[in-house]
């Protein structure tokens, strides 16, 4: 219990209601609806009710009006929001989501698509323009069918003296994938830093590194001190816009030396064995110990075997779905 309580207050002060406010000036226009206790419940019975192709007449009535509440702050979005919970968004259920595929492929016409590396570029892009949404109903329908919503609507509901989500609507600026990413800070220091979709290799940012990473080090300068998490150690998702050299803050996530570090290390391997989960990997002196800053980006293009291989699964279904057996002919 008493590690589920760190974990709870970890994922809780990474919450964009809890640092929203501090921060408003380094991140994106976002409106907040209010998640009742009964309406989360209701959202949490739904999700396993859907799975499992049962109806539950009084939660689905909960849930209309929550549809309409949510519709009423979209609204001030015409042009599409990106709605998540207080900790995480519904990506999860966008994978293998009509409008994601029906993008993806829009995507590959545009583009030169040989590749595996730009395949995977156009269905990254793809999943997540399939969360630009003007119908809350829509939105809901994603939610009741993520699992990562689900998880996080559990892990708030063991806390419910606590209970403080929220639907957080934000302004939906399209982020190009290669300008995201990732940096871990420790004791308010910025000890590591990579590209967000890692595998994938972008020549511009082999190009621009060092004016990126100024650029960053330089925001996140005048961000470290006001920013709302006490032991000051933390994950943090950049959002770079290179022609205007701006960069933004998409959100904060809980990090630090305990089990699974609560989220993705991306390009630094902080496990030496991911079962485990030992903590020992070759990286962890970089944000542990005394190894200098490092900002790690692919230097260049991996094979498409390699790829393949390092390919989230839900991809590599999709595009066995949509190209064939694209590796037979190696
Ligand atoms: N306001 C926004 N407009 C457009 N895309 C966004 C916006 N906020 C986030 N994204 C994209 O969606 C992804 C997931 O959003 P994020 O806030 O990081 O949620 P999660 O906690 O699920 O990772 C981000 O990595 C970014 O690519
Ligand atoms: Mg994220």
């Given at each position: 219990m ?8 970890k994922?809780?002060?990474a919450?964009?209601e809890?640092?929203y ?6 991140t994106?226009?976002?409106?907040f609806v209010?998640?009742?206790l009964e309406?989360?419940?209701a959202?949490h019975?739904?999700y ?9 007449e ?9 549809i309409?509440?949510?519709?009423a702050t979209?609204?001030k979005?015409?042009?599409?929001s990106?709605?998540?919970l207080?900790s995480?968004?519904a990506?999860d259920?966008?994978v293998a989501?009509?409008?994601?595929i029906?993008i993806?492929?829009?995507?590959l ?11 995977l ?5 793809a999943?997540i323009?399939?969360l630009?949404l ?5 939105v809901?329908d994603m939610?009741?069918?993520s699992?990562?919503i689900?998880s ?6 063991q806390?419910?003296s ?7 609507v934000?302004k939906f600026v399209?982020?190009?994938i290669?300008y995201e ?8 220091q910025?000890?590591?830093m ?9 020549p ?8 990126i ?8 300068e005048?961000m470290k ?12 998702d950049?959002?770079?816009?290179f022609?205007k ?6 959100e904060?996530n809980?990090?630090g ?9 991306a390009?630094f ?6 079962v485990?989960?030992d903590?020992k990997g070759?990286?962890?002196d970089?944000?542990f110990g005394?190894?200098?800053?490092e ?8 094979d ?8 989230f699964?839900?991809w590599?279904?999709?595009f066995y779905e949509i190209f064939g ?5 190696t």
């Amino acid at each position: 219990m008493k590690k589920l309580n760190y974990l709870s207050e970890k994922v809780r002060e990474a919450d964009l209601e809890q640092w929203y406010e501090a921060l408003e000036n380094f991140t994106y226009e976002t409106q907040f609806v209010e998640i009742t206790l009964e309406e989360g419940k209701a959202m949490h019975s739904l999700y396993e009710a859907r799975m499992t192709g049962k109806s539950l007449e009084k939660e689905e009535l909960i849930i209309e009006k929550v549809i309409q509440k949510l519709q009423a702050t979209m609204d001030k979005f015409p042009e599409g929001s990106f709605v998540k919970l207080s900790s995480r968004s519904a990506k999860d259920a966008s994978v293998a989501s009509k409008r994601t595929i029906t993008i993806f492929k829009e995507l590959l016409d545009k583009i030169d698509n040989s590749t595996m590396n730009q395949k995977l570029i156009a269905i990254n892009r793809a999943h997540i323009l399939a969360l630009q949404l003007t119908s809350a109903k829509e939105v809901m329908d994603m939610f009741l069918g993520s699992e990562r919503i689900n998880s996080d609507l559990d892990l708030a509901l063991q806390f419910s003296s606590t209970w403080s989500q929220h639907f957080i609507v934000r302004k939906f600026v399209p982020i190009p994938i290669e300008y995201e990413f990732r940096a871990f800070v420790v004791n308010n220091q910025l000890r590591g830093m990579c590209q967000y979709y890692h595998y994938i290799y972008f020549p511009t940012l082999v190009l621009n590194k060092e004016k990126i990473a100024n650029l960053i080090l330089q925001k996140f300068e005048e961000m470290k001190d006001i920013v709302p998490i006490r032991d000051k150690t933390y994950v943090v998702d950049w959002a770079v816009d290179f022609e205007k050299e701006k960069v933004y803050v998409i959100e904060l996530n809980p990090f630090g030396d305990y089990e699974n570090m609560g989220t993705s290390s991306a390009m630094f391997k902080l496990h030496d064995n991911i079962v485990a989960m030992d903590r020992k990997g070759p990286d962890r002196d970089i944000f542990f110990g005394d190894k200098p800053f490092e900002f790690r980006i692919e230097t260049s293009e991996k094979d498409d075997i390699n790829l393949w291989n390092l390919m989230f699964g839900p991809w590599k279904s999709l595009f066995y779905e949509i190209f064939g057996d694209l590796l037979k002919k190696t």
